[in-house]
């Protein structure tokens, strides 16, 4: 089956048909440079840009650099500030034909998606405990997985690092614009692992993003984490993958489960008429919506 994943990037805005039984671009990927300012509507052009080059008709899974709640996006730390508390799932919906035109759109965090297509398909298939996926980029997204499910929308980029925003001092983006070492930058990001390391003891630390393709560079250099320390196998279409594996539970009803059939639960079905819904719970909701991105 296929279905389309977009990621959207401070930098840049990518994607691809997904075949969902490989965990793979089905076609190679399409990128155009994310707008300055990355306004709603300027971002929303692009993803259309995307989508329309393929031809694509159907449903739309895309990502966001921030929170995301009921397809409402809440922060904005590196696009414009008009994203924040916007109907972003509505728009995007809207631009690309709406729900008649067959291309629903379902939104997601897009260190969730990654983190989703890691412990699918990559690095965190079969892992148990607690697992965080860290995608070093424009900012630093952080994935955090109990046993296969997902804790949605942590940010832990935004953790204090030296009276910093952690991501200010260690993302992909600061390397670039420091113009630092290989080893300079390892040892920035060793600290802020083991900060985050002490909160959280995780078994498995997966680190993807753009950085992931020159893993051989830095991981060696990283020391004292007692963590196990891996490479993103996805790399930076893991994005993609995810946004397109949540298009599809919620197209057939639930979040997707570690075997990666969709499920519905009491924490994430639609409540039938007359009836409330259930309470929603972090931990029995792997993905955090599915009502919610729609």
């Given at each position: 089956?296929?279905?389309?994943?977009?990621?959207?990037g401070?930098?840049?805005?990518?994607?691809?048909?997904?075949?969902?039984?490989?965990?793979?671009?089905?076609?190679?990927?399409?990128?155009?440079?994310?707008?300055?300012?990355?306004?709603?509507?300027?971002?929303?052009?692009c993803?259309?840009?995307?989508v329309?080059?393929?031809?694509?008709?159907?449903?739309?899974?895309?990502?966001?650099?921030?929170?995301?709640?009921g397809?409402?996006?809440r922060?904005a730390?590196?696009?414009?500030?008009?994203?924040?508390?916007?109907?972003?799932?509505?728009?995007?919906?809207?631009?690309?034909?709406?729900?008649a035109?067959g291309?629903?759109?379902?939104?997601l965090?897009?260190?969730?998606?990654a983190?989703?297509?890691?412990?699918?398909?990559?690095?965190?298939?079969?892992?148990?405990?607690?697992?965080?996926?860290?995608t070093?980029?424009?900012g630093?997204?952080?994935?955090?997985?109990?046993?296969?499910?997902?804790?949605?929308?942590?940010?832990?980029?935004?953790?204090?690092?030296?009276?910093?925003?952690?991501?200010?001092?260690?993302?992909?983006?600061?390397?670039?614009d420091?113009e630092?070492?290989?080893?300079?930058?390892?040892?920035?990001v060793?600290k802020?692992?083991?900060h985050?390391?002490?909160?959280?003891?995780?078994?498995?630390?997966?680190?993807?993003?753009?950085?992931?393709?020159?893993?051989?560079?830095?991981?060696?250099?990283?020391?004292?984490?007692?963590?196990?320390?891996v490479?993103?196998?996805?790399?930076?279409?893991a994005?993609?993958v995810?946004?397109?594996?949540?298009?599809?539970?919620?197209?057939?009803?639930?979040p997707?489960e570690?075997?990666?059939?969709?499920?519905?639960?009491?924490?994430?079905?639609?409540?039938?008429a007359g009836?409330?819904?259930?309470a929603?719970?972090?931990?029995?909701?792997?993905?955090?919506?599915?009502?919610?991105?729609?």
């Amino acid at each position: 089956m296929r279905v389309f994943g977009v990621d959207i990037g401070g930098t840049g805005i990518k994607g691809a048909p997904v075949d969902l039984e490989r965990g793979d671009l089905a076609d190679e990927r399409y990128k155009v440079l994310t707008p300055h300012p990355a306004t709603p509507e300027g971002v929303a052009d692009c993803v259309k840009q995307v989508v329309d080059h393929f031809g694509w008709s159907g449903p739309v899974g895309a990502t966001f650099p921030g929170v995301v709640t009921g397809g409402t996006t809440r922060t904005a730390a590196n696009v414009d500030k008009g994203w924040i508390d916007m109907d972003a799932a509505a728009l995007l919906t809207e631009r690309l034909g709406g729900e008649a035109g067959g291309s629903p759109v379902t939104l997601l965090n897009d260190a969730d998606a990654a983190g989703l297509a890691e412990m699918q398909f990559g690095a965190g298939r079969g892992r148990g405990g607690t697992v965080i996926v860290l995608t070093f980029g424009t900012g630093i997204g952080s994935a955090v997985f109990t046993d296969g499910r997902l804790v949605p929308n942590t940010e832990l980029g935004h953790l204090e690092l030296h009276g910093h925003d952690a991501e200010k001092r260690a993302s992909g983006k600061v390397k670039e614009d420091e113009e630092l070492s290989w080893q300079q930058w390892a040892h920035r990001v060793q600290k802020y692992l083991a900060h985050v390391e002490a909160l959280f003891s995780p078994g498995l630390f997966v680190i993807g993003g753009g950085v992931s393709r020159k893993a051989e560079k830095f991981l060696p250099l990283i020391e004292g984490i007692r963590a196990e320390i891996v490479p993103a196998q996805l790399q930076n279409n893991a994005g993609i993958v995810g946004a397109a594996m949540a298009a599809h539970a919620a197209r057939a009803g639930g979040p997707p489960e570690r075997g990666g059939s969709p499920a519905v639960s009491a924490a994430t079905a639609r409540p039938a008429a007359g009836r409330p819904a259930a309470a929603r719970s972090a931990v029995a909701s792997p993905v955090g919506w599915p009502d919610a991105g729609r």
